[in-house]
């Protein structure tokens, strides 16, 4: 049986990545965008922790702040949605010039 090294961690974390890259840049549903990120931001977190078995370092806590800051994305933008899907009934990216002049 072969032990689990930080390695392996790095390979997960840059697969979650390329995923949620793939996803933000080929969709077009905002909901698909957003989760996309929050698979951008678990891959980052996945690599502190990682790092933090590593070297002994405090990402640990560095990971509960993105964490953090992935909830508050993630609940600033599903009523911004909300919003919008109530005025202009779709949440297709190409739909959105709400904010232009």
Do not use: P
Request: aromatic content about 8%; overall charge negative.
């Amino acid at each position: 049986m072969t032990e689990i090294t930080t390695m392996h961690y790095l390979i997960v974390a840059a697969a979650l990545f390329m995923i949620g890259t793939i996803g933000v840049l080929a969709r077009r549903n905002v909901i698909i965008i957003l989760m996309s990120i929050e698979l951008i931001l678990n891959a980052v977190n996945l690599n502190l922790v990682a790092f933090s078995r590593l070297y002994g370092l405090h990402g640990q806590v560095f990971a509960i702040f993105v964490i953090t800051d992935a909830a508050a994305e993630a609940a600033v933008g599903l009523g911004i949605i909300i919003a919008f899907f109530r005025n202009k009934e779709t949440v297709n990216v190409d739909e959105i010039d709400l904010l232009k002049w």
